[in-house]
């Protein structure tokens, strides 16, 4: 690991940002440096959602992928975001707007401080890691590998390594932090995913902060980035906390969509879920899924669903290509055989109790799954309705899609073995879900209680 | 308290940890820069797989320069690969005890190679 390494990633993650920033200034205005700041972390990740889905079209088509395609191709949606953003006339960022309570300010000092040591930290051990994981290093870094050194998808990496079927938006990603580095430095590799983590801290804080009081946000925040199987997946160059990030930011913009009705939210969730589908195969039943309940929770209000319409057909339009590229290439989807596979009603129920089981296994995930059943239970009754009931029926969907998963690949073991069976990794979705909706239903019984007390 | 102050209170909660946390641990040793983080020198005592290890270069070119340089000498199967870092290695992996490595290394050097005994990179 060298500084000029390290050096290198500080500017790729810093253009992604921009990148994204620049997507928010043409879908929403940015009136405020406040506002920057605030949607920074979401800007990084549309940033990175948008360049993953390009690149990977750009892989699939054959346009060769270097250093001059990585700035060609940020320059272009940059300079593009801006130009659409002034022709929409939307408002530049111009002076601050910050909290204007003593106990707002402290709390939220106090959090950013908290946060920020947990991540120096987490810095710390990304700089020294080395490529242990086994699907790292066994295709996910060779797949990378062969991007930075052949320019493309070469036929015999990605036709010969595990998971063919995969979608390479994390081994494009890897492979231009391979030339922001100016190396395939697996060591040095490690601190893009750190850059993930901050920005997923960052948007889920940006977020939830309009919406949920500082001193509610502080601890949720906290106890997503100490939950034991996250701390411990957060710097592993795959794909299972990256494609969670996406569908988690999305379904989030969902439902803030479906509150106050602001177009550029559903925007964003087109951006989020595209990302995903380009992330791992998992993502495409994510993406059903938060479409699925954008249509029910907007039909429920009577709004127009025209936007989520767009949505799905955005992210179809994204996840096509790759499909064409692989199918083309006679290799296996590694899908079941139709919806019921090779199931039976006895492998139903199995399944439906094991992803249930490892939802609620306190080793894994901590305290995270309950308190949200029980936020999620006092919202019902004393909170926001309607957010509890999209958060709890795209939590179920969730969990029953796992359930899914392991009841239709018959050969597959009903057990919580990683090894053998992908629930605990895919679990990780819904416990994500769990953390950041927390807060959001708390704070609306939290607004209720004291509505009813005046 | 006024909001200005709690504003200034509110900078200083947030800086102070944020800087005296990594200056604390560049204090204790802790080093950003680590060029020979893949480098792990053997020893007499080590149990490992060995290699003689006859220099890394950034540039895959110069490496193969390298190389023809110390097949020229007389180690024709030297190999070339990337380490963890991302560095070209050249190196010779025939190396079965530390005494024999030793006596190579020995050798490489009196032909004007930089070489050094390592620890192969998977054992």
């Known amino acids: 690991m060298t500084l000029r390494a390290i050096g290198g990633l500080v500017v790729l993650n810093g253009l992604v940002a921009v990148c994204g920033l620049a997507l928010l200034y043409a879908l929403r205005g940015l009136r405020t440096w406040t506002d920057v700041v605030r949607l920074a972390g979401l800007g990084y990740l549309l940033g990175l959602g948008a360049l993953g889905i390009l690149w990977t079209e750009l892989l699939v088509v054959r346009v060769p992928f270097g250093g001059w395609t990585i700035l060609s191709s940020v320059a272009a949606i940059a300079a593009g975001a801006v130009l659409v953003g002034s022709r929409r006339g939307m408002p530049r960022p111009h002076g601050w707007m910050l909290p204007g309570t003593v106990a707002g300010t402290l709390t939220g000092a106090a959090g950013i401080a908290a946060i920020g040591l947990y991540l120096e930290a987490l810095f710390g051990a990304a700089r020294l890691q080395s490529l242990q994981n086994f699907d790292a290093w066994a295709f996910w870094v060779p797949k990378a590998k062969a991007i930075y050194f052949f320019g493309g998808l070469d036929e015999q990496v990605f036709t010969t390594a595990a998971g063919p079927s995969y979608p390479p938006l994390l081994p494009v990603l890897d492979a231009a932090a391979f030339h922001a580095m100016g190396g395939a430095d697996v060591v040095t590799l490690h601190l893009q995913f750190w850059f993930v983590a901050v920005a997923l801290v960052a948007a889920l804080a940006g977020s939830l902060a309009p919406h949920v009081p500082a001193w509610l946000l502080v601890p949720s925040l906290l106890l997503v980035m100490v939950v034991p199987r996250f701390s411990a997946g957060l710097l592993a160059p795959l794909a299972d906390v990256l494609v969670d990030t996406f569908f988690v930011l999305a379904a989030l913009s969902t439902a803030l969509w479906l509150r106050d009705g602001r177009g550029w939210r559903l925007a964003a969730t087109a951006v989020l879920l595209g990302a995903a589908v380009s992330t791992k195969r998992e993502g495409l039943l994510l993406a059903a899924l938060v479409v699925f309940s954008a249509l029910v929770g907007g039909l429920l209000r009577g709004r127009s669903v025209s936007g989520v319409i767009k949505v799905f057909g955005f992210v179809m339009a994204v996840a096509i290509p790759w499909q064409l590229w692989y199918r083309s290439r006679e290799l296996a989807s590694d899908a079941p055989d139709g919806v019921v596979g090779g199931g039976s009603f006895d492998r139903g129920v199995d399944a439906l109790r094991l992803s249930l089981e490892v939802l609620f296994d306190d080793g894994l995930w901590s305290v995270v799954p309950t308190v949200f059943a029980i936020a999620l239970v006092v919202a019902l009754f004393r909170g926001d309705r309607r957010l509890a009931g999209f958060t709890g029926a795209l939590a179920a969907l969730v969990v029953l899609g796992g359930a899914w998963i392991t009841f239709a690949f018959a050969e597959m073991p009903i057990t919580a073995d990683e090894a053998v069976n992908p629930i605990v990794r895919y679990t990780g979705a819904a416990v994500l879900l769990a953390s950041a909706f927390t807060p959001l239903l708390l704070a609306s019984v939290w607004r209720a209680s004291r509505e009813h007390a005046r | ?123």
């Open chain 2, 1 to 123: 308290m006024t909001l200005q102050r709690a504003r200034r209170l509110a900078v200083a909660l947030v800086t102070i940890p944020l800087l005296l946390y990594p200056a604390s641990e560049l204090a204790d040793g802790a080093k950003l820069d680590s060029p020979d983080g893949c480098v792990l020198i053997a020893d007499p005592a080590s149990t490992s797989e060995l290699d003689l290890v006859f220099g890394r270069r950034d540039d895959v070119r110069e490496a193969e320069a390298l190389l023809e340089q110390v097949k020229g000498v007389g180690y024709v199967d030297a190999e070339l690969a990337l380490d963890g870092c991302g560095r070209w290695r050249v190196f010779y992996d025939g190396i079965t005890s530390y005494v024999q490595g030793e006596s190579s290394r020995a050798e490489a050097r009196g032909a004007d190679l930089e070489a050094e005994l390592e620890v192969e990179p998977s054992s």
